[in-house]
């Protein structure tokens, strides 16, 4: 390897005369000073900087997957009367605990949460920088940036209007589509294989009720975790329909399971929880609705 | 004459962070010395246990201000290891520019402090100016500046930007031609060599006997460098040479991160050159299987090491980091005992301390 170089005493002294004589003479040259005058000029960011979040309001779902993923614990879900929307539950973020990590912007299924270049955010006040949902809200931000996230075109099944008429799965190229039998119901729905799925729409176009179509939908760089239900165990009371975000649950009715009532004639069916995955966006909000223990999600906080 | 301690830190201008170091001396002459260390002690490793496997990746970047890139992808790699999770090349490619962008900007800022340690206001000033270009490039590509939480469990967060190879090679002409003014700069000042030369021998049995590794032991004239004994990721493609010094003293430290500096920015180059596309990330899974695993990488300061045991949920059930500053400021006493006070500044801050990964 280089050793040491022998220098004689002119050079000792001269060379580093030299150099930093060459640096002054082409700072002079050229007159641009090496730093900025910082509150007066700012340094170009990228657009990829992570500084203070910003909101969308109208793409958020509410499903608190950014409360999840953060491991400061700096978010939480406040409820919200908006005008347009009624009443909604939307994150907000304390940036005095935020460590600027970005995962609540990458774990986001419908890239509603932001990060922007604004940098300067102290305060005198500690309570000031509990930032509300009110206070991030910025329902264009999203629109003057392009979005890089990887997005995937995916048949999404509304099972309230699927007949189990099996066209979609005959006429799959990918044969991905399965006709499952759902307990209990007599029903049957199409399960897809997301893995082989090419995104051919041909089961769209197959569907007589238009109960499949194609949705662009944002892919998960996170594995997340789906439901389970224990079906002894639910009772159709529907709570976790009503908490889904994304509206991946619909309550189905279980033939035979009418009681007689006093008068001779028979009840209203039981109902059970059907999930769709293609929707799921993992955030285990249904598992936390679920009085009974109906619904299995492991590694998710009850 | 009586012998006496004298306390060097925790607050003290030659301890880049806070440590103490006791020296024993004999009127000017060291006869015994006693790092300590623990006053940074943030219980990384606990704190590990009780978050998912992504959410660690941003603790491992807090371990060193430093070379924080090569922490996370330290811990990815470990991740990966016990996961058994396939890394698509592309991303493996991106790492490897990453990490030696970080090995530059790191040994930059060691020389910034090294220089200021001993005097040279001039050395400083050019070095933090130079890790600037690289500084921006990685937080054009990352989105932050210091803690740069990219490298993920499966890939890197998202591609490179558009004409980042363009930019990459040009810092990287820069950077060598920064780097010989610094030759000029260093080893043209009298003061420097006087202060470096025959100062702080570690001889080559010490070395391998006190657990040294990274520069510190490649400058005792050791050749060990993971990215050729035990190579990881892509290194094996690359093209470099290990830098080593046969004359275990400071400036044999100087000059092997000085060309570990020019090997870094041909890695870069050959990286670019190479990187096939295609994608840069896959999914992982959310739930470790039960089992271990272990990562090594050749940090700017010496070898980490990562193990991580799984026990089948998401959390790790335990994360034990082996820091290199850690090992290699034990051997502070054989550095140390027969040079003055005044070369202190020298020797310790030739070893490159970071404490935020030395006490975790």
Known sequence: ?????????????????????????????????????????????????????????????????????????????????????????????????????GFCAEVCPTVALHM???????????????????????????????EERQKRLLPVLDLSKCTGCEKCAGECPEMCIAMMPIDRTGRKKPEINLAKCTSHGKCAEACPEDALTMVEVY???????????????????????????????????????????????????????????????????????????????????? | MAEMWINMGPQHPMTHGLWNLRVKVDGETIVDAEPEVGYLHRGIEKLCEGRTYPQIIPIADRLCYGSSMTWSHAYCLTVEDLMGVEVPERAEYIRVMTIEMQRIASHLMWLAAYAGDLGLSVGFTYTMRDREVFVDLLQGLTGSRLTYNYPRIGGVAHDLPPDFGRDAIRATRYMEKRLKEYEDLFEGSKIFMMRNVDVGVLSKEDAINLGVTGPSLRASGVDYDLRKDMPY????????????????????????????????????????????????????????????????????????????????????????????????????????????????????????????????
């Not at chain 1, 189905?252 to 009532?261: A, D, N, R």
């Not at chain 1, 001779?264 to 223990?293: H, I, L, M, S, T």
């Not at chain 2, 570990?260 to 470790?288: D, F, H, T, Y």
């Open chain 1, 219 to 302: 892919e998960s760089y996170f594995d997340m975790p789906e439901p389970r239900l224990v079906l002894e165990k639910c009772t159709g009371c529907g709570a976790c329909a009503r908490k889904c975000p994304s509206e991946a649950i619909y309550m189905l009715e279980m033939p035979g399971t009418e009681k007689t009532l006093k008068s001779g004639k028979k009840g209203k069916p039981k109902k059970r929880a059907v999930f769709v995955f293609e929707k799921c966006v993992g955030c285990g909000r249904c598992y936390q609705a679920c009085k009974f223990d109906a619904i299995e999600m492991p590694g998710v906080k009850k």
């Open chain 1, 116 to 146: 922007t270049t604004d940098y300067e955010l102290a305060d005198n006040d500690r309570q000031r920088l509990r930032l509300g949902s009110a206070d991030i809200r910025d329902d264009s931000f999203g629109a003057t940036f392009m």
């Open chain 1, 1 to 101: 390897m280089t050793e040491r170089r022998k220098r004689r005493a002119a050079g000792v002294v001269l060379q580093p005369m030299k150099r930093t004589g060459r640096q002054l003479v082409r700072t002079l040259i050229t007159g641009k000073p090496n730093t900025v005058l910082y509150p007066y000029q700012k340094l170009d960011l990228p657009q990829v900087y992570r500084g203070k979040h910003v909101l969308d309001f109208n793409k958020c779902i509410g499903c608190g997957n950014c409360v999840t993923i953060c491991p400061n614990d700096c978010m939480w879900l406040e409820k919200v009367e908006d005008p347009e929307l009624g009443k909604v539950e939307r994150p907000g973020v304390d940036i005095g605990r935020c460590l600027f990590c």
């Open chain 2, 233 to 360: 990721s892509v290194y094996p493609e690359m093209d470099f040479r290990v830098a080593t010094h046969s004359d275990c003293d400071c400036y044999a430290r100087y000059r092997v991160r000085m060309d570990e500096m020019w090997e870094s920015c041909r890695i870069i180059r050959q990286a670019i050159e190479k990187m096939p596309k295609g994608r840069w990330r896959v999914v992982a899974p959310r739930n470790a299987p039960v089992g271990t695993g272990v990562g090594r990488v050749e940090d700017p300061r010496g070898e980490a090491v990562m193990y991580v045991v799984g026990d089948g949920t998401d959390r790790p059930y335990r994360l034990k980091i082996r820091s290199p500053i850690f090992v290699t400021v034990s051997a502070a006493p054989k550095i140390l005992v027969g040079y003055k006070l005044a070369d202190v500044v020298a020797i310790m801050g030739g070893l490159d301390m970071c404490i935020g990964e030395n006490d975790r």
